[in-house]
């Protein structure tokens, strides 16, 4: 779908990049942050470029859900961190 949304209203439009975050939140609640960030970090780069200003509350509630996917990255960086492998 956001393939050929971008098609459609082009790849820089601001709901491309709507849709990237729309899709950050399903890896998200898959417990998959990595890509979850990634859609994140492309969704913000849209928004930016097409001029959204930082308090759009999309560009807001995107930018809290990427803060909040890297905290749980991080936490789950930690955790595999203290995790000690029995040979």
Known sequence: RINSK???IGPNHPEVGYSLDGLG???AHRGNF???LKQYEKALAIMKGAGVRVDDPHFVTLRANQLAAAA???QTD???KGKCSIM
């Open 25 to 27: 939140t399903v890896y």
């Open 78 to 80: 930690a955790n595999d």
């Open 72 to 74: 749980k990255q991080a």
């Open 6 to 8: 971008s098609k459609t």
């Open 34 to 36: 990595k890509e979850s």
